[in-house]
């Protein structure tokens, strides 16, 4: 499929088993929570296309261009991006930046599979999690969740609250391990020592968000806005920050060995001679200040 490939045309192939659309024109195309894995766009024209929410697992996106397009939780496990054009790509709430043109060969936006699991969170986590998970099915949304914690709850471990508008919550303490927050607002929230181990915050909004001495471990935070977010003491290891915007944030003391920081935009982002990163990384060279 080469040219003027309609969405009606590329779902109905792809039910039938087609798999290979590489160079099809979906520019302006509407996909959002299309099923398409495995899907061949290699080349493919999907600028300014609403992807929002669409799985794109194991998907060919190598020298396809992306400009402009709706990426709010996108599912790119595994996804091929060699070469993918993403200037400007929306990243959260039709929010618009331009991102680096260097892109992993493969994108990993969701945890690997072979990523160790959560070590104890200690005293933040009750030795009675496994039997709150009843009760924690019913939490299905941000006014729940926020009912819940105010009630003393702490512990909401794989809990899906995709797009939650969770502005200025007071979360301190909480464990959200595995959960799925892509897309969610947590401008100005208070995530002091939280657990975000694992946790899918794909395009979330954490501007100027309080993450102290949380845990985002093995996270994928891929394109999420992290402006001016407090970050001091931090375990990032691992975690995905691809295309993550950090300008002015503070990552003193925090520890991002092994994290991905492909295409992130670090300029003016604040880290102390106890910042921990990765062999090779050169912070000022990106843009970093040393406090």
């Given amino acids: 499929m080469q040219q003027n490939a309609s969405v009606r045309q590329l779902l109905i192939a792809y039910?039938?088993?087609?798999?290979?659309?590489?160079?099809?024109?979906?520019?302006?195309?509407?996909?959002?929570?299309?099923?398409?894995v495995g899907i061949?766009?290699?080349g493919a024209d999907l600028s300014l296309a609403d992807l929002q929410g669409a799985n794109l697992g194991q998907?060919?996106?190598?020298?396809?261009?992306?400009?402009?397009?709706?990426l709010v939780g996108v599912n790119l496990t595994g996804a091929n991006l060699a070469g993918a054009d993403l200037w400007s790509v929306h990243r959260h709430g039709g929010a618009v930046s331009p991102l680096s043109q260097k892109q992993p060969e493969q994108a990993v936006v969701a945890i690997a599979e072979d990523s160790p699991p959560p070590p104890p969170l200690q005293n933040r986590i009750s030795k009675d999690a496994p039997a709150l998970k009843k009760g924690l099915a019913k939490v299905t949304s941000a006014i729940e969740l926020l009912a819940s914690y105010q009630a003393g709850e702490r512990n909401f471990p794989g809990i899906n609250l995709t797009g939650a508008n969770l502005r200025r919550?007071?979360?301190?303490?909480?464990?959200?391990?595995?959960?799925?927050?892509?897309?969610?607002?947590f401008r100005n929230a208070n995530l002091t020592e939280a657990c975000l181990q694992r946790a899918?915050?794909?395009?979330?909004n954490l501007e100027r968000a309080n993450l102290r001495s949380a845990t985002l471990d093995?996270?994928?935070?891929w394109l999420a806005d992290l402006q001016f977010v407090n970050l001091v003491g931090a375990s990032l290891r691992k975690t995905n920050l691809g295309g993550a915007d950090l300008r002015s944030a503070n990552l003193q003391a925090a520890d991002l060995q092994d994290t991905n920081l492909t295409g992130a935009d670090l300029r003016g982002t604040l880290y102390s001679a106890q910042t921990q990163f990765s062999a090779g990384f050169e912070p000022a060279a990106m843009g970093m200040q040393q406090a």
């Fill in 15 to 36: 039910s039938q088993g087609k798999r290979d659309f590489s160079h099809a024109n979906l520019s302006r195309a509407s996909l959002a929570g299309a099923d398409l």
């Fill in 40 to 42: 061949n766009l290699q």
């Fill in 59 to 70: 998907a060919n996106l190598a020298g396809a261009n992306l400009r402009g397009a709706n």
């Fill in 169 to 185: 919550a007071d979360l301190s303490g909480i464990n959200l391990a595995q959960a799925r927050l892509d897309a969610a607002d």
């Fill in 200 to 204: 899918n915050l794909e395009g979330a």
């Fill in 218 to 221: 093995a996270a994928s935070l």
